[in-house]
């Protein structure tokens, strides 16, 4: 039986997520670790999401949550000012008002060995799957996943797969269908430039979103099937394995701490098809 704290605080949490997604993973451009707050703040529950919402914040009041953790960093940009009449300001002077510590957790846990990417890669049962984009100093990390299918599968045969793996609002798809999909590639959140590199690895399709628009006409004319199915249905489920990362961590270091995982909703929405037929 381990031993249980009876107050845990930020730092040990800190140093947990090292141990799930090294911040060394992120990327050059990213803000990720603790972002508000200190590190000696006491900590008896925590609460895992994709984004930075006022709607989460009352969610931790109501679980009496003392610190945040989120995908989607809640400083990304420089601040130059603090504006509390705008959203971003609005909740940061709302968590120092509440007493919530809030960390950022992006590119390190998208890169990480059991993060956004293997999630995805897992739930459409890739085999032997290895990033795209190696990390330099540790290779079984890095950005994106492929890997190949138990047994080669028709186009609409690995769309029922997708359709029942990942909860998708809405499916785009660029670049012709294979006969077969036998490798698979995967990048959670917005991921269309690694699509030459899925295609030079011997890819037959690459899961990713937000593809833009000269991605997609590349799509086209290189031969590569080219799906999006949103930024938001692609990482928030990566949000509960996240949670189960930090349950085990924190049982394994005697950490007597409540650990929740928001049941967000994806802000953008099909219009419903009576608009187009109006």
């Known amino acids: 039986m381990p031993f249980f704290h009876p107050v845990a605080n930020v730092q040990q949490f800190l140093n947990i997520l090292e141990r799930i997604a090294p911040a ?17 703040s006491r900590v008896s529950a925590v609460l895992v999401a ?9 969610e931790a009041q109501a679980l009496a949550a003392e610190l945040i953790i989120t995908h989607h960093p809640a400083i990304f940009q420089p601040v130059h000012r603090l504006r509390t009449d705008q959203p971003g300001g609005a ?13 950022g957790c992006h590119t390190n846990f998208d890169a990480a060995c ?5 999630s995805l890669a897992e739930a459409l049962g890739l085999v032997d799957a290895v990033p795209l984009t190696a990390d330099k100093a540790d290779a079984s990390c890095g ?7 138990p047994e080669p599968l028709a186009a609409e045969d690995f769309l029922a797969r997708l359709r029942a793996a990942v909860p998708l609002p ?10 077969a999909v036998v490798k698979a590639a995967v990048c959670g959140g917005s991921g269309s430039e690694l699509a030459e590199t899925a295609l030079a690895a011997g890819a037959d399709v690459l899961l990713t979103a937000e593809v833009k628009h000269h991605a997609a006409r590349w799509a086209e004319e290189a031969g590569l099937w080219l799906l999006d199915g949103g930024h938001f ?4 489920p990566s949000m509960r394995c996240l949670q189960q990362h930090l349950a085990e961590r924190a049982r394994q270091a ?7 995982c928001a049941d967000q909703r994806p802000p953008l929405k099909l219009v419903p098809q009576d608009f187009f037929r109006a």
């Open 233 to 236: 249905a692609t990482e928030n």
């Open 24 to 40: 060394s993973l992120a990327a050059g451009w990213d803000n990720v670790g603790l972002l508000v707050g200190s590190p000696q």
């Open 91 to 103: 909740f940061l002077a709302a968590a120092l008002r509440a007493g919530i510590s809030v960390i």
């Open 114 to 118: 059991g993060g956004v990417n293997d």
């Open 254 to 260: 005697g950490l007597d701490v409540r650990i929740h």
């Open 170 to 179: 809405w499916l785009l798809e660029a670049g012709p269908r294979p006969a």
């Open 50 to 58: 994709l984004d930075s919402t006022q709607t989460l914040l009352a």
């Open 143 to 149: 950005m994106g996943r492929i890997g190949t299918l």
